[in-house]
Structure formats: structure tokens, C-alpha cells
T-cell receptor
Framework: EAQVTQNPRYLITVTGKKLTVTCSQN?????MSWYRQDPGLGLRQIYYSMNVEVTDKGDVPEGYKVSRKEKRNFPLILESPSPNQTSLYFC????????????FGPGTRLTVT | GQSLEQPSEVTAVEGAIVQINCTYQ??????LSWYQQHDGGAPTFLSY????GLEETGRFSSFLSRSDSYGYLLLQELQMKDSASYFCAVKGGGATNKLIFGTGTLLAVQP
């Protein structure tokens, strides 16, 4: 089944404790991105990747890191989480740059206390 | 800058037709998409319009008028399962392939 998976689905952590949210897709998509969703603000892009070893900042990259060492995986790293990073996070992928349809993972609900 | 406006909430009854509007302001235009999201779940793609006119996919249709910077999603024969948030999105140009989302319209379908 074609899908985007994320882990963990739920996470409660404390300020400053490094964490990684994994994202994997099995569709051989070139393009992957991370969004965060906050009430009243919709979905905002954090980082994106056009292919292996090619990543760049989206609209709200502060406090986040990403890497793309393999085509299928695109982990999101929070080196020192803070409470303002409490949010619902989605990973998404699409076939290539310019594709208008993006496939979203199930989401990771992160709470930083 | 780029922005999209949608109504925050819409209520309709089962079996009815509902229209969700979206107006956008963009520095470049590369198409209008619609996504559905059930209660914090994964957004799922519904439709895409690059050119003016109506695109129909089953009970859902989407319309675009580029001259008016306006589009809408039309849902017919509403079912309870259509209760969800609906987001319009425009694709930012250039290298990012970024989808810029509206803040979403919460559709409540009542029996």
C-alpha cells in the first residue's frame, strides 16, 4: 500500500530534550516536506527536500533540522525543543517538484512542557 | 505576499449541496488545490484546478476563476462522513513546491 508513515504519532517531552520524528514514504517520491499545523494558522511548511542530500528552509524553519540521506526517509529533528513547538506535525511527499498532489502522513502530535 | 481566505465554518444538512469559497492573493499562480482533513487526521487531496472552469470528481466539484482570484469547492448529496475541514491551497512557484494553505473551513453536516 502506497503510504507515508510517521513515528511517533504522539509524543510528550520536556524543554531541551532532543527528539527526532521519522518520516518514510514507499512511493519513490523525490519531493518531501514537513508542515506544522496550529489552530487558526493552517499548515505551514517547515523544511522541504527536492531529492537526496537536497534540503531547504520553508516558512518556519527556526528550531528544526532535517536530513535526506535516503530517498524514502526525511526525519525532522528538534535539537532543543521549546513549548512553542507544541503542534501537530505532518510529513508529505509528492512525485517530483511541480506535482500538485501531495501525500500526507498521519501526523505527529507533539507536546513540549 | 500570498494569502488565502475561506469561511471558518459552514453548516449544512444531509443530502444538501454546499459551496466552500476561497479567494487568494498570490505573487504568481500555479493552480488551486483542495484538501480534506478529518479531525486532525492526514489531509487528503481532493482536486486541482490550473485553468478556469469546473472540474468534477464524483460528488465533489471544484471551480476556478483566475481573473477573480477565486475558487470554490462544491459538495453534492452531502453525507455525514463529509463533516471535516476543507483547505484550499495554492502552489508557490519556484523551487519550493510549497503548498500555501488557507486556514480551513470546518463543515458540519447535520442529519
Amino acid at each position: 500500500e502506497a503510504q507515508v508513515t510517521q513515528n511517533p504519532r504522539y509524543l510528550i517531552t520536556v524543554t531541551g530534550k532532543k527528539l527526532t520524528v521519522t518520516c518514510s514514504q514507499n512511493m519513490n517520491h523525490e519531493y518531501m516536506s514537513w508542515y506544522r499545523q496550529d489552530p487558526g494558522l493552517g499548515l505551514r511548511q517547515i523544511y522541504y527536500s527536492m531529492n537526496v542530500e537536497v534540503t531547504d528552509k520553508g516558512d518556519v524553519p527556526e528550531g528544526y533540522k532535517v536530513s535526506r540521506k535516503e530517498k524514502r526517509n526525511f526525519p525532522l529533528i528538534l535539537e532543543s525543543p521549546s513549548p512553542n513547538q507544541t503542534s501537530l506535525y505532518f510529513c508529505a511527499s509528492s512525485f517530483r517538484l511541480g506535482s500538485y498532489e501531495q501525500y500526507f502522513g498521519p501526523g505527529t502530535r507533539l507536546t513540549v512542557t | 505576499g500570498q494569502s488565502l481566505e475561506q469561511p471558518s465554518e459552514v453548516t449544512a444538512v444531509e443530502g444538501a449541496i454546499v459551496q466552500i469559497n476561497c479567494t487568494y492573493q498570490t505573487s504568481g499562480f500555479y493552480g488551486l488545490s483542495w484538501y480534506q482533513q478529518h479531525d486532525g487526521g492526514a489531509p487528503t487531496f481532493l482536486s486541482y484546478n490550473a485553468l478556469d472552469g469546473l472540474e468534477e470528481t464524483g460528488r465533489f466539484s471544484s471551480f476556478l476563476s483566475r481573473s477573480d482570484s477565486y475558487g470554490y469547492l462544491l459538495l453534492q448529496e452531502l453525507q455525514m462522513k463529509d463533516s471535516a475541514s476543507y483547505f484550499c491551497a495554492v502552489k508557490g512557484g519556484g523551487a519550493t513546491n510549497k503548498l500555501i494553505f488557507g486556514t480551513g473551513t470546518l463543515l458540519a453536516v447535520q442529519p
